[in-house]
């Protein structure tokens, strides 16, 4: 898309000014741990925990975050190969990049969708959760933009839609 190839000499600046502190080892590798962990790693130990601590009502907010989750998939997936963004690390050499990306485009932010839909939907049944999920949630979308593997935008769209993919889901049960 014309208008995000744009926005890509737009919003490198902000791109660098984050990415910069992915120069720094401690805090690169912890950036690094985050987005590999919301890359599915703790979204499926929490699907996997859920029922074991609630039972029923655990189980049908895992079964609901699975449903979610393929519907998330679909919706990046198709995103991705209808606006082929470069990422910024391609954009820009400057880009300090020491995480491999999952596929060759960025936009949206598939961590983010996903972290923002399951934490809306996992707060929906369990809210005491928030305690843990608010903070991981914000540090997975940090991450994208941090490693140079996204622009802000691709962050905030991912967690538009999955603002809208939880909040849909929910309205669909009451």
């Known amino acids: 898309m014309v208008f995000l190839q744009k926005l890509n000499g737009r919003e490198i600046p902000v791109c660098l000014l984050f990415n910069r502190v992915n120069h720094i080892k401690a805090v690169s590798q912890g950036f690094a741990l985050i987005s590999r962990l919301g890359n599915g790693v703790f979204w499926y130990s929490l699907m996997l925990v859920l029922p074991l601590l609630y039972g029923k009502l655990g189980l049908q907010a895992a079964l ?51 972290a923002v839909s399951f934490t809306g939907i996992a707060l929906h049944y369990f809210p005491t959760l928030a305690i843990v999920l608010l903070p991981f949630t914000l540090l997975v979308s940090l991450s994208r933009v941090v490693l140079g593997l996204h622009y802000p935008s691709d962050v905030l769209m991912g967690a538009l839609i999955g603002v809208a993919l939880a909040q849909g889901s929910l309205l669909g049960l009451a």
Request: no cysteine; hydrophobic share 40%; proline share 4%.
């Open 64 to 114: 609901h975050m699975l449903v979610v989750g393929l519907v998330g998939v679909v919706i990046y997936k198709l995103l991705k190969t209808k606006t082929h963004r470069v990422r910024p690390y391609h954009y820009n050499s400057s880009i300090f990049q020491n995480v491999a990306a999952l596929d060759q485009f960025s936009f949206p932010s598939g961590h983010t969708l996903h």
